[in-house]
């Protein structure tokens, strides 16, 4: 009994000490701390449209148009993010401009189910040309002489810049909507100033709904648009036949308009294919006296604003589809590291 014992105790001995000697040996190695998230964000993408349509009126004369952006963003705290931004679009406007080059800047806070978006936007359309017959508004302007199809006046220089402010609550997930306010001094560089107010509605349908990795939504959105008095420029529009006069010898009092759109977009992953209605109440003769429109012909669309009874279809019925392609560098790219 005596010798049992004693062999217990040597076992239990040996084990201590080879467990004492094995953890000599091990190494601890320590953890690389947690590198936390870098405050740097990247959002871009690319999308392709059968029609480029901005608030009603189509500013790729119901052509296909290409568009690019690239945003910066820089994430003060979770909820507040400042962004800075570059985008283009392919136009076709009565200048000649062929390109929408769009800056834009501003912050965006979040309030619990409240997104905030305020900042400016600054539309830059280089390459245009001045046509006008009067060589008051500028030697090329005599040169080019009117839009030759409907003595039409534009000027070179379209550029213009607005200040926004928009809010979206998401109610749940699956329904979101939104308000949003814009003002310019002077729309598209007309002297009018504008501005424009609109609401917005989303639906996302529920994900059992669909195929895995398939989304589905549908929006609706209406606008306002109050537009002022251009200047001088463009009194001609108004005069039949003289280069000012008419009822309105000094200006043109561009008419307000509602427009609204509504579709449904499906996506999958970072690619989104969109189909959206869109349309306005301005009417044809009014449509031309804003859009300064290159293709508008005599439709004896006679208005209080375009006397010359020259009327345009660029704010009409359209449906457009568009394939779009999002990304953010955090979610999709995965290399801000270099920041």
């Not at 964000?41 to 148009?65: C, E, M, W």
């Not at 607005?162 to 809010?167: G, H, T, V």
């Not at 279809?313 to 920041?339: E, H, P, S």
Request: with cysteine; proline share 5%.
């Amino acid at each position: 009994m005596k010798k049992l014992i004693a062999l217990v105790v040597a076992a239990a001995a040996t084990g201590v000490l080879v467990r004492a000697a094995m953890a000599a040996d091990v190494k601890i190695v320590p953890q690389a701390p947690s590198l936390s998230p870098s405050p740097w964000d990247i959002a871009l993408g690319l999308a392709f449209v059968s029609d480029y349509n901005f608030r009603g009126i189509t500013q790729s004369n119901h052509k296909p148009s290409v568009w690019a952006y690239f945003e910066p963003r820089y994430n003060i705290t979770k909820d507040l993010q400042l962004y800075a931004g570059i985008g283009g679009e392919s136009i076709a406007f009565p200048n000649g401009a062929a390109a929408e080059i769009d800056l834009s800047a501003g912050i965006r806070p979040t309030l619990g189910p409240v997104a905030l978006d305020l900042g400016v936007w600054y539309y830059w359309c280089p390459g245009g040309e001045c046509f006008h017959n009067l060589g008051a508004f500028g030697a090329d302007c005599a040169a080019n002489g009117a839009l030759p199809i409907n003595a039409n006046t534009v000027k070179a220089n379209l550029n213009f810049f607005e200040i926004f402010a928009k809010s979206t609550f998401t109610l749940n997930e699956a329904v979101a909507f939104g308000v949003a306010v814009y003002y310019s001094p002077s729309v598209v560089n007309s002297g009018a100033n504008g501005t424009y107010v609109s609401g917005n509605l989303k639906f996302t349908a529920p994900r059992t709904l669909l195929p895995d990795g398939f989304n589905a939504y549908w929006s609706a959105e209406a606008g306002y648009w109050l537009l002022g008095t251009t200047d001088a420029f463009y009194c001609s529009q108004n005069a039949a036949g003289t280069a000012c006069g008419g009822s309105f010898p000094n200006a043109i009092p561009y008419s307000n308009y509602a427009n609204w759109n509504f579709g449904f977009g499906i996506t999958k992953s970072v690619i989104t294919v969109d189909f959206r209605y869109y349309d306005s109440d301005l009417r044809r003769g009014d449509c031309n006296a804003v859009t300064s429109d290159h293709t508008a012909r005599f439709t004896r669309d006679f208005t209080p604003t375009n006397s010359s009874g020259f009327g345009s279809n660029w704010c009409g019925q359209a449906f457009i589809i568009a394939g779009k392609v999002d990304l953010t560098a955090t979610a999709n790219l995965k290399y801000l590291r270099m920041f």
